[in-house]
C-alpha cells in the first residue's frame, strides 16, 4: 500500500498542482474538439458505511463518469456509474457510490465525456477511507469554517489558502466545515489594506465583484474557491462534510427578512437570496441529497462504532434576531426549530458509537449581536434559559435523562479558536451532564474575539486563542488562522483534541475518557 499511495500522491499533484489562476480568471473555452474542462477538481463527501457522495464540474453538458477501486492504479476498478451534466447544474455532477468495502482506502477516478462530439477530458482522481465496521483503526476528524470573509480571498502571493495544505497533513479520515464556506454578501478587490501598513491582494473574479444576488453569482463564489490548489488538494484526498451559516447568503439572515437598508441588494429578500444559495451549495458540494428532504441539510452520519456525526442547521428554521429573551418556547425564540431538535434528541438516543460529534453552525454560550439591543446568536446574557436558549436547555436534559454519553460539540463562526467545558456545577440552568465545546476557525478571514460568554449553561474557558482588547477583524497576515483536529483511539476509545494555527502547529489539546 505504500507504493500505492506514493503512486496516487504524485498521480494527484500532477492533476492539481500549478500556479494560481490570474488575478481575473479567463472565459470558459467551449469550442468543439477541444476536451472538457475539470480544473475545479473533484471532492467526496458524507461518507458512511453505506458509500459516499463524489462531486465534480466540467464546463459544457457532458456525461461525468466514475469508477473506483482498492488499488491506486486502478487494476480492479468497478464499472462506472455515470450522470449527465448540464447547464440546469452549471455543469456539476454527484455520483452517490454505494456498496463500498468498509474499511479500506477507496481510490476513485473521475472523467467527462462531451456530449456535443464526444471529447474526453483528462481523468481526475480523489482518495477517501471507508468506516472500520470494528472499530480497530484510529479515526481522525479535523473542523474549521470561515473562508473568504472580510474582504480577504486568494492571496496569490502568499501561495493562497495555506491552512487547507495544513489540514491536509493530519490526513483526517473527514473534515467537517461548519459553515461560511462562501462569503456571498462580501466582494472582493484587487488590494485592501492589510494592517501595519501591509498590503492583501487578492485573486478576484466577476462573481466576486460584487453581492450575490443571482443563482450564477452564487455559483461563481463557490468556483472561486476551488480557484485554489490547497483547496482542491483537500478536497481530492479528504471526504468533506459540509454545513450552512449566513454568510452562503447574507450576514445574520434568517427567513423572511428583507434588507432595505442594504443598498447594495437589489434582490430584497433574503428567502429567495437563500433559495439560489441553497441550490448553489447543493450543486457545488457532495453533500448527500435527500429524496424525501431535498434541499435538508441537517443529518447524521454515522462512521462506524467510534463516531456519528451530527450536522446541524440554524439558519433555514430560526426566528428572527430579537432581544432574544423570551419567558417561553415559542415560535418567535427558534434557532433550530422544533422539528430539528426532536429529531436531533432521537437520532442521539439511538446512536451507538461511543462519540457523538455534534457539529453546529454557531457557540451555543458566545454572545453574538445583532445591531442594538439584539442577538444574532443562542447567548443572550446571565440568568435562567430565554430565547433560543430553550431549545438548548431542552436538549441537554434530553441528552441526561437518557443517559446518553459522550457528546461533543464542534463549532466555527466567531474567527479565533477556544475550547469551552460546560457543567452544572457553574450554571444557573443545572439539568444537564457536563460537556465540551471546540470552536476553530476563521480558515481565510478576518481574526474576531473573544466574545463575551454567556453563563447560564456554566461554560468555562479553558483555551482562547485571542486576548481582550485586540482589534476586531485583523487581517490573516497576522496568522490567527485556525482548525480542529480529533483523534479517536480504537483501543482506549479516548479522544483527544487539538486547536492548531495556519503553519499546522498545535496551539493547545486534551484528551477526553469516554464514559460508560
Known sequence: ??????????????????????????????????????????????????????????????????????????????????????????????????GLPQGREIFYRVGFESLTDGAQAEPLLGRLRTPDPNGNQPLTFAWSGDTCGQGYGINPRLGGMRI????????????LHCGDMIYADQPLKPRKGGGRGRTWENLVTPAKEKVAETLDE???????????????????????????????????????????????YRVKSCSLLSARGRRAMFEYTPIATRLDAPGRI??????????????LDARS????????????????????????????????????????????????SLMIGHARYSFEGIGNGAGPPRG???????LLGFIK???????????ADVHYAAAHHYSPDRATFTDFDPFWEFVAGPLNAGTFGPNRIDPTFGPKVMYCSEEKGQKPGRSP????????????????????????????????????????
Open 1 to 98: 500500500m505504500v507504493i500505492d499511495r506514493r503512486h496516487f500522491l504524485r498521480a494527484t499533484a500532477a492533476v492539481a498542482a500549478g500556479a494560481l489562476l490570474p488575478r481575473r480568471a479567463p472565459a470558459a473555452v467551449t469550442a468543439q474538439g477541444q476536451r472538457p474542462r475539470a480544473e475545479w477538481g473533484v471532492m467526496s463527501g458524507d461518507v458512511t458505511p453505506e458509500g459516499a457522495v463524489i462531486w465534480s464540474r466540467t464546463d459544457r453538458p457532458s456525461r461525468m463518469r466514475v469508477e473506483w477501486a482498492l488499488d491506486a492504479q486502478f487494476a480492479t476498478a468497478t464499472p462506472a456509474r455515470s450522470v449527465e451534466v448540464l447547464a440546469s447544474s452549471d455543469y456539476t455532477g454527484k455520483v452517490a457510490l454505494t
Open 164 to 175: 487547507f495544505e495544513a489540514i491536509r497533513a493530519e490526513r483526517p479520515d473527514v473534515f
Open 218 to 264: 452564487f455559483r461563481g463564489n463557490f468556483r472561486y474557491n476551488l480557484l485554489d490548489t490547497h483547496m482542491r488538494r483537500l478536497c481530492a484526498e479528504v471526504p468533506w462534510v459540509v454545513q450552512w451559516d449566513d454568510h452562503e447568503t447574507k450576514n445574520n439572515w434568517w427567513p423572511g427578512r428583507q434588507l432595505d437598508e442594504d443598498k447594495r
Open 298 to 311: 441537517y443529518r447524521a452520519l454515522p462512521f462506524g462504532p467510534l463516531l456519528e456525526t451530527f450536522v
Open 317 to 364: 428554521y430560526r426566528a428572527p434576531n430579537s432581544r432574544n429573551q423570551q419567558p417561553t418556547y415559542g415560535p418567535e425564540s427558534a434557532c433550530f426549530g422544533p422539528e430539528q431538535v426532536a429529531w436531533l434528541c432521537q437520532r442521539l438516543k439511538a446512536s451507538t458509537a461511543t462519540w457523538k460529534l455534534v457539529s453546529c453552525d454557531m457557540p451555543l
Open 388 to 394: 433560543r436558549e430553550h431549545e438548548v436547555a431542552t
Open 401 to 411: 435523562r437518557w443517559r446518553i454519553r459522550n457528546v461533543v460539540f464542534v463549532t
Open 477 to 516: 497576515l497576522d496568522g490567527h488562522q485556525f482548525y480542529g483536529v480529533g483523534k479517536v483511539d480504537p483501543d482506549s476509545r479516548a479522544l483527544t483534541v487539538s486547536l492548531h494555527d495556519l503553519t499546522g502547529k498545535s496551539l493547545w489539546d486534551t484528551t477526553i475518557q469516554p464514559r460508560a
